[in-house]
């Protein structure tokens, strides 16, 4: 069965850093593209961004809001990935769910999802 | 930036068939992603690369994309359907969500 567990979130000052790691099981992570998505509290799913596999290079994407701020990187002798997020906004408030993508490179989809955590920006 | 356009509800009787659609420029030459999402709970694929269902998701979800339009449809709607639905394509490497769409089932 495959597991994605989401942890790290909390309060944090604007201005401020955190970092969220999501464990995964249940599947060949050093194979897996993986992405983070974030919800923000009443809103839509907004994409943060991805790491692919070292094997199709190890590079990342990020979204327009969060690039320069957020980084995204993975271990995969601990099945973990994590996303580095600095200089908080408070427009980053959010549920952030660890998503493990599948389909063609071109255009995967999110297949399995964590349960996410909650980050909240406030001073 | 791309941008992906959902109607923000849709109702629909039970039984019926229900259809939410997602505009994008030249969205037909993207594929198109569909997920729903019930209160409280994370979301879950129903449709990938346009029309494709993952195992597990009922025959009654459908998908299509032509021109610059997607649509989900669910036949034979049940109260289970209550969701939110969101489509998704990529655009350069950038994952574009749409704004979601509130599907009521009364």
């Known amino acids: 069965e495959v597991q994605l567990v989401e942890s790290g979130g909390g309060l944090v000052k604007p201005g401020g850093s955190l970092r969220l790691s999501c464990a995964a099981s249940g599947f060949t992570f050093s194979n897996a593209w993986m992405s983070w998505v974030r919800q923000a509290p009443g809103r839509g799913l907004e994409w943060v961004g991805r790491i692919k596999s070292k094997p199709d290079g190890g590079t990342t994407d990020s979204a327009a809001p969060v690039k320069g701020r957020f980084t995204i990187s993975r271990d995969d002798s601990k099945n973990t990935v994590y996303l580095q997020m600095n200089s908080l906004k408070a427009e980053d408030t959010a549920v952030y769910f660890c998503?493990?993508?599948?389909?063609?490179?071109?255009?995967?989809?999110?297949?399995?999802w964590g349960r996410g955590t909650l980050v909240t920006v406030s001073s | 930036s791309y941008e992906l356009t959902q109607p923000p509800s849709v109702s629909v009787s039970p039984g019926q068939t229900a259809s939410i659609t997602c505009s994008g420029d030249k969205l037909g030459d993207k594929y198109a992603s569909w997920y729903q999402q019930k209160p409280g709970q994370s979301p879950v694929v129903v449709i990938y690369?346009?029309?494709k269902r993952p195992s597990g998701i009922p025959e009654r979800f459908s998908g299509s994309n032509s021109g610059n339009t997607a649509t989900l449809t669910i036949s034979g709607t049940q109260a289970m359907d209550e969701a939110a639905y969101y489509c998704?394509?990529?655009?350069?490497?950038?994952?574009?969500f749409g704004g979601g769409t509130k599907l009521t089932v009364l």
């Open positions: 998503t493990s993508d599948q389909g063609i490179p071109a255009a995967p989809y999110f297949h399995h």
């Open positions: 998704q394509a990529w655009d350069s490497s950038t994952a574009v």
């Open positions: 690369q346009d029309t």
